[in-house]
Structures are given as structure tokens and as C-alpha cells.
């Protein structure tokens, strides 16, 4: 009896996009591999650095948007909740306001989307190991 594949569970393709996403979003703009907080300047090993979103994660439209993910150290992104402000000043006006409309958008992505995103990322982050 031939077994068939099961289906990915949708919050297993999540996690794992929310994984490679963040190391492609920590290593893209990282040097030797240190990367800078984008809100304060700290720069550190990307490794030890986060992922760091202008408008929340909980917004799918936004979430994996690479203009509303930036590098952030820890004490910014979580102990100061994001720093949103000094996000915006990073970001400007005009992007700034483009990402808050998007965020307010209800958007679902199909599986398929999400796997996409995945193997694209992975690509991009096997890339980017080659120069860091």
C-alpha cells in the first residue's frame, strides 16, 4: 500500500516562513556577519539580532513584507516594544503611512503562497551565506 504525503499543517509552513524569513531579514544588509539595529545602532552578530516588524506581525498583509521588517537588537524590539517611533524615522513619512494602510488590509495567503515564500527565502538566505 503506497502512503501519500500529508499535507503541510498551515501553522507549520508559518513557522517555518517566519523562520527563514528572519534570517534573510538579519543577514541582507549584515557585514562580516554583524548586523545594526536599524532603531538604536547596535550592531552584533546577526545570529543574536531579531527580526524586527514596523506594524505587527499579527498583520499577515505585513508581516513577511520586507519594507516592514528590519533589523532590530533585542532590547529594542521586545524590552521596548519595537520602538515604533524611531521605526518611522528610519522608515520616512511616506513609507511609514503605505505600511500602516497595508497592515489594516485582511489578507490570507493560500498554502502554496507560503510554501513559495519559503523555498524563494531559502534561496536568497543560501545566497547571502556565500558573501557574509
Known sequence: MTKVAKKPLRKN???????????????????????ECVTCGKKDHWKKMQNGHFMSRANYSTRWDEDNCQVQCMGCN??????????SLYLGNKLSE?????????????????????????QQVNILHKFT
Open 98 to 122: 503605505e505600511l500602516y494602510l497595508k497592515s489594516k488590509q485582511i489578507f490570507k495567503f493560500a498554502d502554496v503562497e507560503l510554501i513559495d515564500m519559503i523555498d524563494y527565502y531559502k
Open 78 to 87: 521586545v524590552f521596548k516594544a519595537g520602538e515604533q517611533y524611531k521605526y
Open 13 to 35: 509552513l508559518i513557522k517555518e516562513l517566519d523562520t527563514i524569513f528572519s534570517q534573510y531579514i538579519r543577514l541582507r544588509y549584515a557585514k562580516n556577519e554583524i548586523a
